[in-house]
């Protein structure tokens, strides 16, 4: 087993911890977010992107998915404090250009953390990493895509290519990107939602015919019950705090359902009102239940069966829209309540208080996110909460529905748009129809499949379209030697980070124009769409310069290398398709499903919302053409003795793998990420001390059709995987439970541990123990976990200390 050094960077050497912030948002919130963007941007260009962030003639932000208000009912600040840190990243002042690769050679930038890369700036101009060098040296556009053309026909098959997109990739780079995909040859076309909603997609695909949610904003505020489930939106999607807030004020209820209390669940202080700045804000949810990690499966079939029970059921819906009722009543009869207390953690009456809340709801939105979707039984659970929706009739009414919050800004339209391995053939269907190209049938690699394929040699050539793959991906050591095992590995990208520094035996850095920037490819203004977790499309086009004048956009990149690749004589008019995006909209319009007369319709204010049967009609495009009850087994998961069940998670302080900086004030911590959450009494249990330096050690029982590259044992076999040097912290959250941080956690995540039905990796529920650092390492890796305050030791603000200050 091996122990991995933390990265260690200054930047990372005085963690301190004190209580929890019982808020989301408020004063501290803007200044938090107006300092970032000044220190990174300036204040003049501060104020010309923060005021065209999310509006109709603006730019959209490159955080998460939540959906903007109707066009005319728009903030003139409407961003979050997470939106305006997105905006300062990409938008920044700070440059990455050849003097900067010249004098930090490979290996130096191999050792620094993530968030070290990435705050050194935006990259100005390609670069290339040969064979042997030790540095990126600057390569001429041209140069670089003859380079990767080169390497793509020197394959035996095109399968042996992989493409991948980040989900901030546009509509219209996203149809391109696939549509060259599958005219090279291949549908290997992993994306980032592979990795998080996967599970969803697959869940609400076989239970409503259709893989997105089924709700508006409108239904959101109005609803009169509106469940937050494994979700964390006063860090994740903040925006999301104002819908919850109008709920509340419309007399709607809201129900948490997370192993930890969030500060943004709690209370709201709205920086767009009088009273979020100066008041106490608004109290958001009215009931918390604190799941057990994986109980979220369980919980919902009680609530089911007390549901049932009551008979508070739409029986005309059940009849009218709905089958396999009566298996799923059945099963849910027999439910054994002794282990939905085992999964749950809960008791009966905490279970029966959440199902009175449905039972007096006459209209119910269920929200969820990765809390739901990253476990091994998260299709199964994502069909249950599919399940008490059909029970009353929650979907296709006002005020109700199913709403999956999307973490990346673009992730549902860029798979709208065909990224995805598994396309059904009547999309194929139609992309031949259009270009006259004859696409491949035969399903491509998702992103697990992709890192076992690279790491066997069965795949060549890596191209990622955004994105932080290496660091994104779960068991960090062998995606390393993947990505190492490649002869090329490329990445379209605006700035540094971890994949850039573990790479193929060459490798491509290609910079690409950012939202937040002007668009004049072809000599005119372009602009591109997106949409969002509610299946509304809209336009953005920036308001910058570029950072460099050799940036191209993602159209561009995707075009040319077409061309490079595919020949000037090939069928599909990659140059007219580059010179005038509009052309491409009206190709899509033919192409995608719902799309019909696509430009026009973004030419609206505020764009278009995509059709989608079970909201719009109720009816359900499943193999019955009907919603789908399913019925499926209670796990338990079992926990060892001595062990915790660990899940990963952000910090108020990052988008995804994208470090904004070391605080994570909604949960105490000030200046590091090596922590680990425990509850009080499981720190005692084990023999420990708040504040103890410890290794995270998973333990996954090795079987022989895992799939598990680099494995070789037998079955049965329990395999260790380390991340070492966490400081233990105290929190409130169930007994036996415990999260951290990733990307500092994904080594311990095997590739192999995936959810069943959509083979996404079960980032929230993985089985750990802690061991203390002992001798030398804990010397080592000290300064990098940084140090624990006691609680109740603070500074002037009562949360925080120096460490120097420390007893």
Known sequence: ????????????????????????????????????????????????????????????????????????????????????????????????????????????????????????????????????????????????????????????????????????????????????????????????????HESTSVGLAESIGIGKGSVSLRDVETAALVVVAGQNPGTNHPRMLSALEKCKQNGGRILSINPLREAGMVRFKNPQKPRGMVGTGTELADLHLPVRINGDLALFQAIGALLLEWDAIDHEFIARHTHGFEEYAEHLRALDWAAVARATGLSRQQIEEAALMFAHSEATVTCWAMGITQHRNAVATVKEIANVAFLQGNIGKPGAGLCPVRGHSNVQGDRTMGIWERSPDHFLDALAAEFGIEPPREHGLDTVASITALHKGEARVFFGMGGNFVAAAPDTAVTEEAFRSADLTVHVSTKLNRSHVVHGREALILPALGRSE????????????????????????????????????????????????????????????????????????????????????????????????????????????????????????????????????????????????????????????RVVFVHPDDIDALGLRSGDLVDLISEWTHRGDSGAPGVDVEDGTVVERCAPAFRVVPYDQPRGCAAAYYPETNPLIPLASTALGSNCPTSKSVVVRLEPSAGGDAERYASDAGQVVPEGR??????????????
């Open 1 to 196: 087993m091996a122990r991995r050094a933390p990265r260690n960077d200054v930047d990372e050497a005085d963690l301190r911890v004190g209580e929890p912030e019982d808020h989301a948002a408020g004063p501290v919130a803007v200044a938090v977010a107006m300092n970032r963007a000044v220190e990174q941007m300036g204040t003049a260009r501060t104020a010309r992107t923060l005021t065209k962030l999310n509006q109709v003639d603006g730019f959209d932000c490159q955080g998460c998915a939540w959906p903007d208000p109707e066009a005319g009912h728009r903030h003139t600040a409407e961003f979050c404090e997470n939106g305006a840190k997105a905006v300062a990243e990409e938008a920044t002042l700070r440059r990455v250009g050849p003097e900067f690769f010249a004098a930090h050679p490979i290996d130096e930038l191999a050792e620094r953390t993530d968030y070290w890369l990435g705050q050194q700036g935006r990259i100005t101009q390609p670069m290339v990493l040969r064979p042997g060098a030790t540095r990126y040296r600057p390569i001429a556009w041209d140069e670089a895509f003859a380079m990767i053309a080169d390497h793509l026909r020197g394959l035996d098959s095109p399968d042996q290519a992989i493409f991948y997109t980040s989900g901030k990739t546009s509509n219209e780079a996203a149809f391109l990107y696939q549509l060259f995909a599958r005219s090279f040859g291949t549908n290997n076309l992993p994306d980032c939602s592979n990795m998080c």
């Open 518 to 673: 002007r668009d004049l490819t072809g000599g005119r203004p372009q602009r591109v769409t997106v949409e969002d977790s509610m299946s509304a499309v809209h336009a953005s086009h920036g308001p910058l310069d570029p950072a460099s004048p050799h940036l191209r956009s993602e159209v561009d990149i995707v075009c040319t290398l077409a061309l490079a690749v595919l020949g000037e004589d090939h069928l599909v008019p990659w140059a007219a398709l580059r010179e005038d995006y509009t052309e491409i909209r009206h190709r899509i319009a033919r192409v995608v499903p719902g799309c019909a007369a696509y430009a026009e319709k973004v030419d609206q204010p505020g764009g278009f919302v995509l059709p989608h049967p079970p909201r719009d009609t109720r009816t359900f495009p499943t193999e019955k053409d009907r919603a789908m009850f399913a019925v499926s087994p209670l796990d338990v998961l079992h926990v060892p003795d001595g062990r915790l069940l660990l899940q990963t998670l952000r910090s108020h302080d990052q988008f995804n793998t994208t470090i904004y900086g070391l605080d994570d004030r909604y949960r105490g911590v000030k200046g590091g990420r």
């Open 794 to 807: 603070g500074d002037d603000d009562k949360r925080y200390v120096e460490p120097e200050q420390l007893s």
